[in-house]
């Protein structure tokens, strides 16, 4: 007797005209491609989302003291550091999570609920851009009231992506995908994003080590990507290239994370010169532009990949 998820998912791999005379409601096509109803990652994500708009809004509020050191002016800009790392200040960082990542923890899990194919593969990028974001105000800001909500944070995001990614069949968005997407384009793309990122931060670490000069700004930068950004990019990546299971269902949201934190450096250093009345630098802008547009323009193909397929067997 077939389970209502394997209908569904016989009914979303149904090739030619088959497919086209009982193709079936986004909803259901959505539901076929989860193994199980991610209920705690719905749940996680809505607490996640409070505790955002609360420590973003308490940051924000409470200005130099809480968490951004005691230079108001580069809390709300960005600095370079060792090896090029541009840093942001935990105030700007804190407006960014406000305005724009509040908003994608709230909607993705609901275009998801909703029977969105794209909503469903973003959304763990989400999760991922919220831990690694609090590794680094864990690691970096100063120690004060704001320190467990930011381990909570940290700790609630990755329990509720892994729900999620335990509940996303890979095997299935495998299958709707089919060849249309150029997993291994992607997942080459990933896994040199993220040997760029352990090149940048590895030498500039190492540097600072045997120089023995004063600890460096980027240190909480370095955490956050070395711990967990490369290991995640590159294993991701390697499981995409190898068309694995795994690597189709965190492929968009690696892409999706990588690009928010540019996105984040961009809007900092664009609004720069009227929080601290420094000098723009507009090159860097539109440098953090073109980066983040590297990791983004992938993601079309996860949009267009079933409509192209459709395309092959019409």
């Known amino acids: 007797m077939s389970t209502p998820a394997q209908v569904g998912s016989r009914a979303v791999e149904a090739p030619g005209r088959a497919?086209?005379?009982?193709?079936?409601?986004?909803?259901?096509?959505?539901?076929?491609?989860?193994?199980?109803?991610p209920r705690l990652a719905y749940a996680l994500s809505l607490l996640i989302a409070a505790l955002v708009a609360a420590v973003s809004s308490v940051g924000l509020v409470m200005g130099s003291?809480?968490?951004?050191?005691?230079?108001?002016?580069?809390?709300?800009?960005?600095?370079t550091s060792t090896a090029g790392v541009v840093v942001p200040g935990f105030l700007a960082h804190d407006g960014f999570n406000l305005t724009v990542a509040l908003p994608l923890l709230l909607v993705l899990p609901l275009l998801a609920r909703r029977g969105s194919f794209l909503g469903l593969l973003l959304w763990p990028g989400a999760l991922f851009y919220a831990l690694y974001t609090y590794v680094g105000y864990l690691v970096g800001a100063p120690f004060g009231p704001l320190f467990l909500p930011h381990a909570a944070l940290v700790a609630l995001s990755g329990v509720a992506a892994i729900d999620l990614l335990t509940a996303i069949d890979g095997e299935r968005i495998r299958g709707y995908l089919g060849m249309a997407l150029p997993a291994r384009a992607i997942g080459g793309l990933l896994v040199?994003?993220?040997?760029?990122?352990?090149?940048?931060?590895?030498?500039?670490?190492?540097?600072?080590?045997?120089?023995?000069?004063?600890?460096?700004?980027?240190?909480?930068?370095?955490?956050?990507?070395?711990?967990?950004?490369?290991?995640?990019?590159?294993?991701?990546?390697?499981?995409?290239?190898?068309?694995?299971?795994?690597?189709?269902?965190?492929?968009?949201?690696?892409?999706?994370?990588?690009?928010?934190?540019?996105?984040?450096?961009?809007?900092i250093a664009a609004l720069q010169p009227i929080l601290t009345g420094s000098a723009a630098d507009w090159g860097s802008v539109v440098g953090l532009l073109a980066f983040a547009g590297i990791s983004l323009t992938p993601l079309w193909w996860f949009a267009r990949g079933r409509a192209a397929r459709r395309e092959e067997q019409g």
């Open 65 to 79: 003291a809480v968490p951004s050191g005691p230079d108001p002016a580069a809390g709300y800009g960005i600095r």
């Open 192 to 267: 040199g994003l993220g040997l760029m990122t352990l090149g940048q931060d590895g030498g500039g670490a190492l540097a600072v080590a045997l120089a023995g000069t004063a600890e460096p700004i980027s240190r909480h930068v370095w955490v956050a990507d070395l711990a967990f950004e490369v290991p995640a990019t590159v294993v991701g990546g390697l499981m995409l290239w190898g068309r694995r299971p795994v690597g189709y269902a965190v492929g968009a949201g690696l892409l999706f994370q990588f690009a928010l934190t540019p996105l984040a450096l961009a809007a």
């Open 19 to 37: 497919g086209r005379a009982a193709r079936p409601p986004k909803e259901a096509v959505a539901r076929a491609l989860l193994a199980r109803d």
